[in-house]
């Protein structure tokens, strides 16, 4: 249940975009009251009561009725009567049922002053940063028959919007374009209207890969490895992640998420540091014909990080170039073992020939 207080004005008492030309009305009040049943629907009452100074006092009266219809329908009932300066009765009926694939039907009969309005429409909502969304209502309205639709179609820059409507007095038609343009770091992007924040996303040297936010892919990083993220929540967490199976196995990356927290309506950099290189899997052995003990850790030339060896003394390397020093750790033993690779195909794994690692023992 609502309720607004009455609310008493002057007749020079003036609130921001009012016409001056037209005061205030002297006072004014309303309230309404709903009840929801789980079985019977939605029922509301609302009353509404005003005083011009010109036109004397109008009040208004309202019922509604909603319930579910089938799974997914509801039909909607709403019966007005205006008493006062002006006089009149509105009764509306919708039929809503929404389909899959954000398909959506309905249908409305109103009845007012006398004359009847009738119209069905259809409509299919725009999907995601890109797609086509369109619209059709067909019927009649104030006495004469009407037809309206609309194409929409969307793309991660621009959305294009066309509109068309006929009836009995004029036919109309509609062409639009919404876009913007974001320049940042040297770098121009177009985009849709940018209206929350947004992010710079740079993955160096690495293309074509996909940028989510929120659980749903936003952007794809561009020849140079950079994309434009918008829809950012300001002063709030955001997760910027990378999709993983888009990052090459020659690439490496420490983290594949970032947590960046914006101000309102401004920018900020992301920045994936990537390592480089070729991925190589290799077997070691000892120069009795055995593997290499099942975790041990190599260490790489020129490389902070150690890398585990597996079962069958095979170990998996990454962000590796073409010739390296390798150096096998074991429970206080070691061995170096050089490693020489052969290009292979971009994102190709390596598999050189066994390396015999001397001067460990299991």
Same mark, same amino acid.
């Given at each position: 249940?609502?309720?607004?207080?009455?609310?008493?004005?002057?007749?020079?008492?003036?609130?921001?975009?009012? %016409? %001056?030309?037209?005061?205030?009305?002297?006072?004014?009040?309303?309230? /309404?009251?709903?009840?929801? +049943?789980?079985?019977?629907?939605? $029922? !509301?009452?609302?009353?509404?009561?005003?005083?011009?100074?010109?036109?004397?006092?109008?009040?208004?009266? /309202?019922?509604?009725?909603?319930?579910?219809?089938?799974?997914?329908?509801?039909?909607?009932?709403?019966?007005?009567?205006?008493? @006062?300066?002006?006089?009149? =009765?509105?009764?509306?009926?919708?039929?809503?049922?929404?389909?899959?694939?954000? $398909? %959506?039907?309905?249908?409305?009969?109103?009845?007012? @002053?006398?004359?009847?309005?009738?119209?069905?429409?259809?409509?299919? !909502?725009?999907? !995601?940063?890109?797609?086509?969304?369109?619209?059709?209502?067909?019927?009649?309205?104030?006495?004469?028959?009407?037809?309206?639709?609309?194409?929409?179609?969307?793309?991660?820059? %621009?959305?294009?919007?066309?509109?068309?409507?006929?009836?009995?007095?004029?036919? =109309?038609? &509609?062409?639009?374009?919404? @876009?913007?343009?974001?320049?940042?770091?040297?770098?121009?992007?177009?985009?849709?209207?940018?209206?929350?924040? $947004?992010?710079?996303?740079?993955?160096?040297?690495?293309?074509?890969?996909?940028?989510?936010?929120?659980?749903?892919?936003?952007?794809? =990083?561009?020849?140079?490895?950079?994309?434009?993220v918008t829809g950012l929540q300001p002063y709030s967490t955001n997760q910027v992640r990378l999709n993983p199976s888009d990052?090459?196995?020659?690439?490496?990356?420490?983290?594949?998420?970032?947590?960046?927290?914006?101000?309102?309506?401004?920018?900020?950099?992301?920045?994936?540091?990537?390592? /480089?290189?070729?991925?190589?899997l290799l077997t070691i052995q000892l120069p009795d014909g055995r593997p290499a003990p099942t975790g041990a850790e190599i260490e790489v030339s020129g490389d902070e990080r150690r890398f585990p060896v597996g079962r069958r003394g095979q170990a998996f390397? =990454?962000?590796?170039? &073409?010739? +390296?020093?390798?150096?096998?750790?074991?429970?206080?033993?070691?061995?170096?073992?050089?490693?020489?690779?052969?290009?292979?195909?971009?994102?190709?794994?390596?598999?050189?020939?066994?390396?015999?690692?001397?001067?460990?023992?299991?």
């Amino acid at each position: 249940m609502t309720t607004e207080e009455p609310l008493l004005v002057t007749a020079r008492y003036r609130t921001v975009g009012l %016409n %001056n030309a037209l005061p205030p009305p002297q006072w004014q009040l309303a309230g /309404s009251f709903s009840h929801t +049943h789980e079985r019977y629907g939605t $029922f !509301g009452l609302g009353l509404a009561a005003l005083r011009s100074r010109q036109q004397g006092r109008l009040d208004t009266y /309202s019922l509604s009725h909603t319930v579910r219809v089938g799974l997914q329908g509801s039909l909607s009932t709403v019966l007005t009567r205006v008493q @006062g300066a002006s006089s009149g =009765t509105l009764l509306a009926i919708s039929l809503m049922w929404p389909l899959d694939r954000q $398909f %959506n039907t309905s249908t409305h009969l109103m009845h007012r @002053g006398g004359q009847t309005d009738a119209y069905t429409t259809a409509s299919q !909502g725009l999907r !995601g940063d890109a797609g086509l969304g369109w619209r059709a209502l067909g019927g009649s309205r104030s006495g004469s028959a009407v037809a309206e639709g609309g194409l929409y179609l969307q793309s991660p820059s %621009n959305l294009f919007t066309a509109d068309v409507s006929s009836s009995s007095a004029q036919q =109309t038609l &509609r062409l639009g374009t919404q @876009g913007g343009l974001v320049v940042m770091d040297g770098r121009a992007f177009a985009t849709r209207p940018v209206q929350d924040s $947004f992010a710079l996303v740079k993955v160096p040297g690495l293309a074509d890969v996909g940028v989510s936010f929120q659980g749903r892919e936003r952007a794809r =990083t561009d020849g140079g490895g950079v994309a434009l993220v918008t829809g950012l929540q300001p002063y709030s967490t955001n997760q910027v992640r990378l999709n993983p199976s888009d990052v090459p196995l020659s690439a490496e990356i420490d983290s594949l998420e970032q947590v960046v927290v914006p101000r309102r309506r401004s920018a900020v950099t992301i920045g994936f540091a990537v390592r /480089s290189g070729q991925a190589a899997l290799l077997t070691i052995q000892l120069p009795d014909g055995r593997p290499a003990p099942t975790g041990a850790e190599i260490e790489v030339s020129g490389d902070e990080r150690r890398f585990p060896v597996g079962r069958r003394g095979q170990a998996f390397l =990454t962000g590796l170039q &073409r010739e +390296h020093q390798l150096r096998l750790h074991w429970k206080g033993m070691s061995c170096l073992m050089p490693l020489v690779l052969t290009p292979t195909i971009p994102d190709d794994v390596a598999r050189p020939a066994p390396l015999v690692c001397e001067g460990v023992t299991p």
